[in-house]
């Protein structure tokens, strides 16, 4: 007769393997949902991380693991930390986010930059930002990434700058263009202005999302 204590030994290692496949199932869905909100092919991640197509296909449906090594270089070709690797996804049928909510980043050029996406970012990455007259997203163009960026003109007339090309642009106007690009937005006009950036898919790390703290907004505007 089996003893209690092996019984014990068993059920904790039977827990163990559930908890490794789950979390290999996890790893699978999430890399399959980031590589094809990236476009990338099976072979396009293979070749980023000097694995093989036959690896990652196997590594998306939670037939295989992988080395810290391997995770490292995953991670990095996509663009995310190795944690969002293992972040499961909760859908929200109502995702509801209060302008008093709005996760903010200090204003900085007389910009106020507000988070209306919440990590963990898949497919795309929506900002709005706030300019005072004269404000802009810094004195120097800047880049980040390769992916696909919409800039629309909530309010106020904006400049945005893409290269050595200007473009002027008034509420309801918009803008496309790739994020790398060398690109920079200003505040041109008498009054405030107010911006929206969409992003597919997502540039930013975890780490810079979470510098977006909540911002209670001013009584007045």
């Known amino acids: 007769m089996p003893k209690a204590s092996d ?10 393997s559930s908890a490794a496949a789950h979390a290999q199932q996890v790893l699978g869905a999430r890399l399959k949902g980031l590589r094809l909100a990236r476009r990338l092919s099976l072979r ?37 930390s190795v944690a969002m690797l293992f972040e499961e996804s909760r859908a929200q049928s109502h995702g509801v986010l209060r302008r008093s909510e709005r996760p903010s980043l200090p204003p900085s050029d007389g910009c106020r930059k507000m988070l209306l996406s919440r990590p963990p970012l898949s497919d795309m990455e929506v900002y709005v930002g706030e300019f005072d007259i004269g404000g802009s997203t810094g004195s120097a163009l800047y880049t980040h990434g390769d992916a696909h ?73």
């Open 149 to 221: 960026e919409m800039l629309v003109v909530l309010r106020g007339i904006v400049e945005v700058s893409l290269g050595d090309a200007r473009h002027v642009l008034e509420e309801g106007d918009s803008i496309e263009y790739a994020t790398s690009t060398s690109h920079r937005s200003e505040n041109i006009g008498s009054g405030r202005a107010e911006v929206m950036w969409i992003i597919a898919p997502p540039t930013s790390a975890r780490a810079e999302l979470d510098q977006y703290t909540t911002w209670k907004p001013p009584a007045a505007r």
């Open 7 to 16: 019984n014990g030994e068993v059920q904790a290692a039977n827990g163990a």
């Open 44 to 80: 396009d991640l293979a070749e980023a991380t000097g694995t093989s197509a036959s690896f990652i296909s196997q590594l998306e449906r939670g037939l295989t693991g992988a080395s810290t090594a391997s995770l490292n270089q995953i991670a990095s070709a996509l663009g995310v």
